[in-house]
């Protein structure tokens, strides 16, 4: 089953290709390698879903909201590579949490990114990853996730 297909298969429409911010790219291919550029959650609209967890943010929103973010990154992915069965490998994931002094489930809230890449692309979804805790982040986002994948030659 390619990745398309496994989405349709659980009713998942990927969003629009995210538009730059700023001067930058959303995804960069370097031989075989994607660099995808920080994505937060966004809106039907293409606004950011903002706030702080561990303040208005419960981890289960987080979750979703961090769940979007992959989503986002997916898009760009797309939109780079023509298809997604061109990704051999999800490499690394870097999660910055939006988070108010003394939150602590900072891996709960980016487990939604990293689960739905497992959901997305099986074992080669499995990843590496790191996590941190920000004071604030671009346009108020709950988080911010970048990626970096491995392409098939």
């Known amino acids: 089953m390619t990745p398309e297909q496994k989405l349709a298969s659980l009713n998942i429409d990927l969003p629009s290709a995210p538009l730059p ?3 930058y790219r959303p995804a960069r291919l370097v031989g075989n390698l994607l660099y995808l550029s920080g994505q937060g959650p966004r809106n039907a609209d293409g606004s950011f879903l903002a706030g702080k967890l561990g ?3 419960s981890v289960a929103e987080g979750y979703a909201a961090a769940r979007n973010a992959g989503l986002q990154l997916l898009s760009a992915a ?3 590579l023509g298809e997604l069965s061109r990704v051999e490998a999800v490499i ?5 949490v939006h988070a108010a002094t003394g939150f602590v489930d900072h891996a709960q809230v ?5 689960e739905l890449l497992v959901e997305v692309f099986g074992e080669a979804g499995c990843h590496t990853r790191s ?15 970048e990626a970096i994948f491995a392409v098939k030659s």
């Open 21 to 23: 911010a700023g001067q």
């Open 55 to 57: 303040r208005e943010i």
């Open 78 to 80: 797309k939109a780079e």
């Open 92 to 96: 690394k994931v870097f999660g910055m």
């Open 110 to 114: 980016v487990n939604g990114c990293s």
């Open 131 to 145: 996590v941190a805790g920000m004071e604030s982040l671009p346009c108020g986002m709950i988080v911010e996730i």
